[in-house]
C-alpha cells in the first residue's frame, strides 16, 4: 500500500485561533512545554530553550530516544518539574523545514525499496513507515509482525542499498494506527494520532461501566483494540456509581420490594423494576446510604 502524498509540514501544523481571540504567547515562567514529535504522533515535556521564547504552535527541534526530530509545541506544562527533562534545541529554522520537507520525499522511495527486500526475503513482517532523522544518517523503518522476526539479513541489503545506518523496529497494531492516523467511526481523526498525548490501557470494564454494548465490533477501533475513548468518561461514570446501589440491588419502598435495573447517568436517574412488574423512576438526590443499618435508603416523593 503505497503511502499517501503528505501535505507541507508549515501548512499541516498551521494553528489557526478564533477570528475574535488574539493568540498571545506561552508565558515563560513554567518554561516546560509539551512537544509533539510529528513523524509518530507521540507527545514528549521538553524546557524552554533560554534564548528563543515559545508559543503553542511552534515548530521546534527537539532530541528523542531515536534522534533529532521535528516538533510541535502543544502548550505551556505548569505542574511539571524542570529537573531532568531535556531542553528544546532550538526553534526550527527555514533550512530544518526544507531539510523536513526533502526527507519526506526520500522516505516514500525508502518504503518501496524495503517494502520490496521484505518480500524478496520472505519475511512475515508488515512495513508501517519509513523515516529519516533530521540530521543523522539514519533512517528507522517501523515493521508490526505478530511474532520476532530475524531481520539481520534484512538489515544488511538495506545498508548496501542507502549506505546509512539501518534501524527497524517492531511496535504494535494500535502504534500503528498513531503513526499514520486515519478516520474513525465517529467521523473525527484516531484518537492516538491526533488527540491523546499518551495510548492508556482500555479495558472492557469501562464498556461495562457505561452500559455499552459489548458487541467487540462496535466498541473496537480499526487497529482491532478497543475504542481509546472509552477510557475519557470511564472515571466520571464510575464515580457517580459509588454513590448508588449497584445494578441487581435490592431494595424496600414502602414495604413494596424492588430491583435496581438501570442506572442512567445522563439523565441522573435509576430505574427500580417491582415484583409485580411496575417500574419506579427515581432520581439519585434520593438515594442514601444507611451507615448504621448497612443499607441504601430510598427517598420517594
Request: with cysteine; hydrophobic share 35%; glycine share 6%.
Amino acid at each position: 500500500m503505497e503511502q499517501p502524498e503528505s501535505p507541507r509540514i508549515q501548512d499541516e501544523y498551521q494553528v489557526r485561533p478564533e477570528p475574535e481571540v488574539r493568540p498571545e504567547p506561552v508565558e515563560a515562567a513554567p518554561r516546560v512545554f509539551r512537544v509533539r514529535i510529528v513523524h509518530c504522533s507521540s507527545t514528549e515535556l521538553y524546557t524552554s530553550p533560554p534564548d528563543a521564547p515559545l508559543s503553542r504552535g511552534d515548530l521546534v527541534v527537539v532530541n528523542t530516544r531515536y534522534g533529532t526530530e521535528l516538533g510541535c509545541v502543544q502548550g505551556a506544562v505548569r505542574s511539571e518539574p524542570t529537573k531532568d527533562l531535556p531542553a528544546v534545541l532550538r526553534k526550527a529554522s527555514q533550512r530544518d523545514l526544507e531539510s523536513f520537507e526533502s526527507n519526506r520525499e526520500r522516505e516514500e522511495k525508502a518504503f518501496r525499496i524495503c517494502r520490496d527486500k521484505i518480500a524478496e526475503h520472505g519475511l512475515g513482517m508488515k512495513l508501517i513507515s519509513a523515516h529519516y532523522l533530521l540530521e543523522e544518517a539514519k533512517i528507522l523503518f517501523y515493521f508490526t509482525a505478530e511474532s520476532r522476526v530475524d531481520f539481520r539479513e534484512l538489515v544488511r541489503d538495506l545498508v548496501g542499498v542507502f549506505k546509512k545506518r539501518i534501524e527497524l523496529r517492531q511496535i504494535g497494531v494500535r502504534d500503528e494506527s498513531r503513526v499514520i492516523g486515519g478516520m474513525g467511526i465517529c467521523g473525527r481523526t484516531f484518537c492516538c494520532h491526533g488527540v491523546t498525548d499518551k495510548l492508556r490501557a482500555v479495558s472492557i470494564k469501562m464498556a461495562k461501566e457505561q452500559n455499552l454494548t459489548l458487541n467487540s465490533m462496535k466498541i473496537s477501533g480499526p487497529c482491532g483494540r478497543l475504542l481509546c475513548c472509552l477510557s475519557y468518561e470511564y472515571e466520571t461514570y464510575r464515580e457517580v456509581r459509588r454513590s448508588l446501589p449497584q445494578e441487581g440491588a435490592r431494595l424496600k419502598i414502602d414495604g413494596r420490594n424492588y430491583r435496581v435495573a438501570d442506572i442512567n447517568v445522563f439523565l441522573r436517574q435509576v430505574k427500580l423494576d417491582g415484583e409485580d412488574g411496575s417500574s419506579l423512576f427515581v432520581g439519585f438526590q434520593s438515594f442514601r446510604y444507611d451507615q448504621d443499618g448497612q443499607r441504601w435508603m430510598v427517598t420517594v416523593p
